[in-house]
């Protein structure tokens, strides 16, 4: 990886302007659907996207701001609306499959059943082994069109490592790239001491072991770790740490930061002002890296965010966003390629010519070494936009997208 710092940067300055915020100029138009593709698979000519996901347990009365219930299928929604919208120019069209698993459905039985209606493209919004057993499960079964898999919710890194398969492709940025864009915003800031707090959950653990090799990556240190010790489900049981507690947790640690690890979202939110020091928090709740946030209006972001709003009755959230650009990649592919033949298009996901335009101010292209969406991440507070990742000075001989997450020299991937 070459990550190097630097005070100037015409490579990227061209991309990025002050402040880290991609600045590249480029009409609204531009980063809206051009064309959806070319009929294939159905009877009735449209070309068929399944969506297969776990329905959201209603909101509970604690949290207000709970997953809604359409959480992702509302985003898959607006892509097959924009691609048929545009696709009358074209004589193409598209239909979306959705199929919500419940008790006793396993996500390889829904795919293996979409899979046989002579569906080619699978978006799934399901956990990394659901991801995996989907892969696996479906891999050589298009007797020569191939199913192609866009995973938008399994952050995991080892999906883009050890355990990446040749017929996924990944739209969530993994927590390496999360993490990365955290780390670039706090050397810039020269915010260099960092207080790592890991949750008593599997993830937790992954994102601080993401984030331990982002702040070496990035000579950021960390000056102590802890486990938080409120259990994990504060919020349920209202177990929350007292003001004392929490100061007791944080007495004697010489940091810049607090970084949490808690993707449950059980415990994160209790950490900001119950600290000895007045310090900042990110990670996980506080100061995040995400791919998609109601203040993001740069770019034609608004105008997307207000047809959502129409379509949904309510803010577009990261996930919504993820599975509208997997849905759209299939067709913006299939735009270019004048074909939506899965054969023709499993292969040039991947290729250096794919380009997504998705509302970021840059085209979105897939790593061909991982299968990974390069993309720009926002860092945002809860209320506002901070700033935009790749940082302003952060070079790379292919693109500074590539400064976030795992490089080619890295990879672990072989396909």
Same mark, same amino acid.
């Given at each position: 990886?070459?990550?190097?710092?630097?005070?100037?940067?015409?490579?990227?300055?061209?991309?990025?302007?002050?402040?880290?915020?991609?600045?590249?100029?480029?009409?609204?138009?531009?980063?809206?659907?051009?064309?959806?593709?070319?009929?294939?698979?159905?009877?009735?000519?449209?070309?068929?996207?399944?969506?297969?996901?776990?329905?959201?347990?209603? %909101?509970?009365?604690?949290?207000?701001?709970?997953?809604?219930?359409?959480?992702?299928?509302?985003?898959?929604?607006?892509?097959?609306?924009?691609?048929? @919208?545009?696709?009358?120019?074209?004589?193409?069209?598209?239909?979306?499959?959705?199929?919500?698993?419940?008790?006793?459905?396993?996500?390889?039985?829904?795919?293996?059943?979409?899979?046989?209606?002579?569906?080619?493209?699978?978006?799934?919004?399901?956990?990394?082994?659901?991801? =995996?057993?989907?892969?696996?499960?479906?891999?050589?079964?298009?007797?020569?069109?191939?199913?192609?898999?866009?995973?938008?919710?399994?952050?995991?890194?080892?999906?883009?490592?050890?355990?990446?398969?040749?017929?996924?492709?990944?739209?969530?940025?993994?927590?390496?790239?999360?993490?990365?864009?955290?780390?670039?915003?706090?050397?810039?800031?020269?915010?260099?001491?960092?207080? =790592?707090?890991?949750?008593?959950?599997?993830?937790?653990?992954?994102?601080?072991?993401?984030?331990?090799?982002?702040?070496?990556?990035?000579?950021?240190?960390?000056?102590?770790?802890?486990?938080?010790?409120?259990?994990?489900?504060?919020?349920?049981?209202?177990?929350? %740490?007292?003001?004392?507690?929490?100061?007791?947790?944080?007495?004697?640690?010489?940091?810049?930061?607090?970084?949490?690890?808690?993707?449950?979202?059980?415990?994160?939110?209790?950490?900001?002002?119950?600290?000895?020091?007045?310090?900042?928090?990110?990670?996980?709740?506080? =100061?995040?890296?995400? @791919?998609?946030?109601?203040?993001?209006?740069?770019?034609?972001?608004?105008?997307?965010?207000?047809?959502?709003?129409?379509?949904?009755?309510?803010?577009?959230?990261? =996930?919504?966003?993820?599975?509208?650009?997997?849905?759209?990649?299939?067709?913006?592919?299939?735009?270019?390629?004048?074909?939506?033949?899965?054969?023709?298009?499993?292969?040039?996901?991947?290729?250096?010519?794919?380009?997504?335009?998705?509302?970021?101010?840059?085209?979105?292209?897939?790593?061909?070494?991982?299968?990974?969406?390069?993309?720009?991440?926002?860092?945002?507070?809860?209320?506002?936009?901070?700033?935009?990742?790749?940082?302003?000075?952060?070079?790379?001989?292919?693109?500074?997208?590539?400064?976030?997450?795992?490089?080619?020299?890295?990879?672990?991937?072989?396909?």
């Amino acid at each position: 990886m070459n990550a190097s710092l630097f005070s100037t940067s015409a490579a990227v300055a061209l991309l990025f302007g002050l402040g880290g915020t991609a600045c590249l100029s480029l009409p609204a138009a531009a980063q809206e659907p051009a064309a959806s593709a070319q009929a294939a698979e159905g009877s009735s000519g449209d070309t068929h996207i399944g969506l297969i996901y776990w329905p959201e347990i209603a %909101p509970s009365s604690y949290d207000a701001e709970a997953a809604p219930e359409d959480e992702g299928v509302a985003g898959a929604r607006m892509a097959v609306k924009d691609n048929n @919208t545009t696709g009358r120019f074209t004589k193409q069209t598209y239909a979306l499959d959705e199929v919500a698993l419940t008790e006793g459905k396993s996500a390889v039985d829904a795919a293996r059943d979409l899979v046989g209606k002579g569906i080619r493209y699978l978006v799934l919004a399901l956990p990394a082994d659901d991801v =995996l057993a989907v892969a696996d499960a479906v891999k050589g079964e298009g007797k020569g069109n191939e199913v192609t898999i866009f995973n938008t919710a399994a952050p995991d890194d080892r999906l883009r490592g050890a355990d990446c398969r040749k017929n996924v492709f990944h739209v969530i940025p993994s927590r390496a790239m999360q993490t990365d864009a955290l780390a670039q915003f706090f050397t810039l800031m020269r915010w260099r001491k960092m207080f =790592l707090i890991t949750g008593p959950n599997d993830n937790d653990r992954l994102y601080a072991d993401a984030f331990r090799a982002s702040a070496k990556k990035f000579s950021l240190k960390i000056t102590a770790e802890k486990p938080w010790t409120f259990g994990p489900l504060a919020k349920a049981r209202g177990d929350t %740490p007292t003001r004392s507690e929490a100061m007791v947790f944080t007495r004697g640690v010489d940091y810049d930061l607090a970084i949490v690890a808690d993707e449950a979202n059980d415990w994160g939110d209790y950490v900001p002002f119950r600290t000895v020091d007045p310090r900042p928090v990110a990670g996980t709740q506080g =100061l995040i890296a995400t @791919t998609w946030h109601p203040t993001l209006e740069t770019w034609g972001a608004a105008q997307a965010q207000n047809r959502f709003r129409r379509l949904a009755g309510r803010l577009m959230r990261p =996930l919504d966003y993820q599975v509208w650009a997997a849905v759209r990649s299939v067709g913006e592919a299939a735009t270019q390629k004048k074909t939506a033949d899965p054969a023709v298009l499993s292969a040039y996901f991947a290729d250096p010519a794919f380009s997504l335009p998705a509302y970021k101010g840059v085209s979105l292209t897939y790593r061909p070494w991982d299968h990974q969406l390069r993309q720009p991440i926002i860092v945002v507070q809860p209320k506002a936009m901070v700033t935009v990742a790749p940082e302003q000075g952060f070079t790379h001989q292919r693109t500074p997208l590539d400064t976030l997450g795992v490089d080619l020299p890295e990879t672990a991937c072989k396909f």
